[in-house]
């Protein structure tokens, strides 16, 4: 199944990103081989896109925070067998050191509390030049959201939040969401 046949499966809250995931997907170096994490898996929207894109992907988010029912998702979409699930807390990954090629925070990071930490922790669980892709809703982003969950989070400049490890970084800009593209050297 491509990215077009999954936004008319899955519907509206997939067809809302689905064109900027892709856009940002399409601007970096992917390859099967790569080890994907996407933290904060909600509906699974990001982790289906990169399996759509023949991508295996780890993915997880607290326990007591697994409010979507993303493997439903998954299955209808018939990638289920590429995306496996562990919960976790973005503060404390269950993965060793330099393990992963790619991290993915798709309008989850808002929702950490630990920020500066979470951070760390994906440092620590990032390979040597990896990146870190962080998609965020822009103000307007986040008013849209509000229409219809009024308690709903603002969002989070994530260059904003002091780190101890050095990156590059490039953002690009959508109506609703920004993407901040992270680069890590070690």
Do not use: C
Request: proline share 4%; no cysteine.
């Amino acid at each position: 199944m491509n990215i077009s046949e999954a936004k008319e499966v899955l519907g509206e809250g997939f067809q809302r990103d689905a064109d900027f995931i892709t856009k940002i997907l399409d601007t970096l170096v992917l390859s099967p081989k790569q080890r994907i994490l996407d933290i904060g898996t909600g509906r699974g929207f990001m982790a289906i896109h990169l399996a759509l894109k023949g991508l295996n992907v780890e993915t997880g988010e607290p326990e007591k925070d697994n409010w979507a029912d993303w493997r439903t998702n998954a299955k209808m979409v018939k990638v289920q067998n590429k995306i496996n699930f562990t919960p976790f807390s973005a503060t404390a990954i269950p993965f060793e050191n330099d393990f992963f090629d790619y991290v993915f925070l798709s309008n989850s990071f808002h929702h950490i509390d630990e920020k500066q930490k979470a951070l760390k922790e994906i440092n620590r669980v990032l390979k040597d030049s990896g990146k870190i892709v962080i998609l965020e809703f822009n103000k307007k982003g986040v008013e849209r959201v509000r229409s219809q969950r009024p308690n709903h989070p603002d969002a989070v400049d994530p260059r904003t939040i002091p780190v101890d490890f050095e990156v590059t970084s490039e953002i690009i800009e959508e109506e609703f969401s920004n993407a901040y593209i992270f680069t890590v050297h070690k």
